[in-house]
């Protein structure tokens, strides 16, 4: 899976945002750096396990908390048609 390339992400300080320039999605995400994390791992294809295993080597999560956050964060992108599969 992908992040679809119409998706642009900024970060301001401590806030992240995304959108989509193709208009097909009108607004604006926040996010923490986690969910951030997460988007930036979407940039290139990727996997459900390539994502955690990530997780894992940058967060203190066990993999069960990474893997929940994960499936939320991929959840929600799909959800705003942000993910090509």
């Known amino acids: 899976m992908k992040l679809k ?6 970060k ?6 995304m959108i989509d320039a193709s208009g097909e999605f009108a607004g604006i995400i926040h996010s ?4 951030a994390f997460i988007v930036e791992c979407l940039r290139t294809e990727t996997t ?8 894992l ?6 993999e ?7 499936d939320k964060v991929i959840s929600a992108l ?6 090509d599969e």
């Open 5 to 10: 390339e119409s998706f642009i992400t900024h």
């Open 12 to 17: 301001n300080k401590d806030d992240y945002m």
């Open 32 to 35: 923490n750096a986690t969910t």
């Open 48 to 55: 459900r396990e390539e994502i955690i295993s990530k997780m």
């Open 57 to 62: 080597g940058k967060y203190d999560v066990t």
């Open 64 to 70: 069960t908390e990474a893997a929940e956050g994960v």
């Open 78 to 83: 799909k959800g705003i048609g942000a993910v």
